[in-house]
């Protein structure tokens, strides 16, 4: 089984509609495909559409990646930058918590969910400010043109900076002289507690998968002590194998995640064309995706043909 457990749409900020998603996922022959999208699950029914119509072999896993945000010690050999600090001295670490399998109208998260995404706008308006204050002539009307209907973000603000000729590409836009955190038009946005995170989506019958946790080029990371921190509060896994992670740093992890008795994931973190990944680069074995489908009790894996 060629299994893949975390891609975006349209519905935040890939370049695929969920059910292009879907059509694409099963070319590329993938039997198992997690929609991800950040803070919303607004691609569910259509992907379940396509799924229905066509798709026979896949099966799609419902989900999305929650904004949340750490505050950890200052660290002296810590890496990155940090997106806010406390008056202790204390980095604000912004990390992405997957969710599998929850019940997508469980009220506590759904709230949550909510206000993530209504301080996506306000959040993007004020990044384009900074960058227009930095000399990019950047406007809010080709941000909103490139994100369409979906949950506006860095990558929607990346891709205008691609378009003006600022970066070659989103990854490039994601450093500290533009939007990584820290960044110099970098801004906050309203984020979720990940021990909070994990309680919501638990009671929501939901399995919890820390995405991408060593990605330092994307700014600071948290340290392996609040890894095993989440772990006591019932995190579920990490994501190891990611195209932001090399291969002594997937090594290390999969050693703290044997430590920890975590699950390990892998997967492509797919956006479409706005980013150079392809489905299915990186997979997660059958056997740990078994035990996310055990463990989960909000909602079940939706097989292709299925009404």
């Known amino acids: 089984m060629r299994i893949d457990l975390h891609t975006h749409s349209t519905a935040s900020d890939g370049t695929d ?3 292009e998603l879907v059509r694409n996922a099963a070319a ?7 929609l991800t999208d ?3 699950v607004g691609g569910y029914e259509e992907a379940k559409r396509e799924l229905r119509g066509g798709s026979s072999g896949l099966t799609l896993v419902t989900g999305a990646e929650l904004s949340c945000r750490l505050m950890v010690p200052p660290s002296p050999g810590a890496s990155g930058t940090a997106s806010g600090t406390s008056e202790d001295g204390a980095a604000g670490v912004s990390l992405h918590m997957l969710a599998y399998l929850f019940d997508p109208v469980e009220p506590e998260l759904a709230r ?3 206000l993530v995404r209504d301080d996506r706008v306000p959040r993007a308006r004020a990044m384009v400010d900074k960058l227009r204050e ?3 002539p950047i406007t809010w009307e080709q941000v909103a043109r490139i994100a369409g209907d979906g949950a506006v973000g860095r990558p929607h603000v990346a891709t205008a900076l691609v378009e003006l000729g600022v970066v070659d590409s989103v990854s490039d836009a994601f450093t500290p002289q533009w939007l990584a955190n820290g960044g110099r038009a970098y801004v906050e946005k309203h984020e979720l507690d990940p021990f909070e ?3 919501l989506v638990k009671a929501a019958g939901g399995v919890t998968v820390f995405a991408h946790p060593l990605a330092l080029k994307r700014g600071l990371c948290v340290p392996e002590s609040a890894i095993a921190e989440l772990a006591a509060a019932g995190l ?6 990611h195209m932001d992670h090399d291969e002594p740093t997937r090594k290390r992890l999969r050693g703290l995640a044997a430590e920890l008795g975590l699950l390990t994931t892998g997967s492509s973190d797919y956006h479409g064309s706005r980013k150079t990944c392809r489905l299915g680069e990186y997979t997660t074995d059958p056997e740990i995706y078994g035990e996310i489908v ?3 009790t909000g909602a079940s894996p939706v097989p292709g043909g299925a009404g």
């Open 17 to 19: 509609t969920p059910a």
């Open 197 to 199: 995170a994990i309680r």
């Open 236 to 241: 579920d896994g990490i994501e190891v194998d």
């Open 38 to 40: 950040h803070d919303t």
């Open 28 to 34: 590329a022959g993938l039997d198992v495909v997690a």
């Open 294 to 296: 055990r463990r989960a």
């Open 134 to 136: 930095l000399g990019v």
């Open 112 to 114: 949550e969910r909510e």
